[in-house]
Nanobody
Framework: QEQFVESGGGLVQPGGSLMVSCAAS????????VGWFRQAPGKEREGVAC????????NYADSVKGRFTISRDNAKNTVYLRMTNLKPEDTAVYYC??????????????????WGQGTQVTVSS
């Protein structure tokens, strides 16, 4: 059965860095597109970044451009989100999911499945 498991969240000070991981299992092929999303308390879930199956194309939310980097290691079946210059407003539960229609429309909820359980990222001094 296909699934994603996120890990690597934690507490970090403003301006700090953190990398979260999304480990995939059960997929027969590794050409799936993967998006990272986050949800802060009292707010709607929002797309953060997306990477295509081959890793050749990425897409970022304006709020994280230049600070976050999405990457993948298909040999390890893992997608990473490297976060730098973190801000308190980045505090949220971070999730990954498959984006069936690619990364141009990865914010369309209808395209998303196989959600992980999430990992908490807290940015605070």
């Amino acid at each position: 059965q296909e699934q994603f498991v996120e890990s690597g969240g934690g507490l970090v000070q403003p301006g700090g860095s953190l990398m979260v991981s999304c480990a995939a299992s059960g997929f027969t092929r590794n050409d799936y597109h993967v998006g990272w999303f986050r949800q802060a308390p009292g707010k709607e879930r929002e797309g953060v970044a997306c990477i295509t199956g081959g890793g050749g194309s990425t897409n970022y939310a304006d709020s994280v451009k230049g600070r976050f980097t999405i990457s993948r290691d298909n040999a390890k079946n893992t997608v990473y989100l490297r976060m730098t210059n973190l801000k308190p407003e980045d505090t949220a539960v971070y999730y990954c999911a498959r984006a069936r229609w690619g990364c141009i429309s990865y914010n369309d909820q209808r395209s998303l499945d196989y959600w992980g359980q999430g990992t908490q990222v807290t940015v605070s001094s």
